[in-house]
């Protein structure tokens, strides 16, 4: 299966501040990419679906001023969470679909703790 | 709209017995499901799918699964549970006729005692 790594795995950050999480397909071509949240003791919740160079579908209720997302290319996806609040805290996981395949592929997750 | 249940929250299993995690599902076009594990603070792995084909799918780590149409499910099996398998599992479903989204299921805790 496709291997995908996310940067940073853990950060901490000051309530107000931006964070940017990186998502990067180390040897598949990404034509999909998607990005999860995930509560504690909780299940995935699909926030957005990005395909290569265009703009990213949002879920409902997710808002996409605040979760930026850029697919700039097909191994590279990047979640900018803006002017973080505690409640924005949370495990984010990425993940990555081509176009011939059907099986999607998760990143490790970033833990996200907003102060 | 398409959807997943996994009944329980939590099963517990001694090691060397043979486990079972159950899923469901509701989807209107073809089925294509999914067994994830997850492992504290990590990301999903994946198991393994149905697409086509036979109804019995073998996949990483000795565990399958039977794909029952009729019954809507797609249980997961285990013939000998080791400690190492207690994480969280996910079942999903995608709807193979349309649609991108991957629907989970709210995960199972699977809990091998020695």
């Known amino acids: 299966g496709a291997v995908v790594s996310q940067h940073p795995s853990w950060v901490i950050c000051k309530s107000g501040t931006s964070v940017k999480i990186e998502c990067r397909s180390l040897d598949f071509q990404a034509t999909t990419m998607f990005w999860y949240r995930q509560f504690p003791k909780q299940s995935l919740m699909l926030m957005a679906t990005s395909n290569e160079g265009s703009k990213a579908t949002y879920e409902q209720g997710v808002e996409k001023d605040k979760f930026l997302i850029n697919h700039a290319s097909l191994t590279l996806s990047t ?23 059907d099986t999607q592929y998760f990143g490790p997750g970033t833990r996200l703790t907003v102060l | 709209a398409q959807s997943v249940a996994q009944p329980e929250d ?17 989807v209107s076009g073809n089925p294509y499901l999914f067994w994830y594990v997850q492992y504290p603070n990590r990301g999903l792995q994946f198991l393994l799918k149905y697409i086509t084909g036979d109804n019995l799918v073998k996949g990483s780590y000795g565990f399958e699964a039977e794909f029952n149409k009729s019954q809507t499910s797609f ?31 709210g995960g199972t805790r699977l809990m091998v005692k020695p």
Do not use: W
Not at chain 1, 79 to 101: K, M, Q
Not at chain 2, 10 to 26: F, H, I, M, R
């Open chain 2, 75 to 105: 249980h997961l099996k285990k013939p000998s549970a080791l400690v190492s398998d207690s994480a969280l599992y996910f079942c999903a479903v995608r709807d193979g006729s349309a649609g991108n989204m991957l629907t989970f299921g």
């Open chain 2, 10 to 26: 939590q099963v517990n299993v001694a090691e060397g017995n043979p486990l079972t995690v159950k899923c469901t599902y509701s």
């Open chain 1, 79 to 101: 979640l900018t969470v803006t002017s973080a609040h505690p409640e924005d805290s949370s495990f984010y996981i990425c993940s990555v679909r081509g176009n011939a395949v």
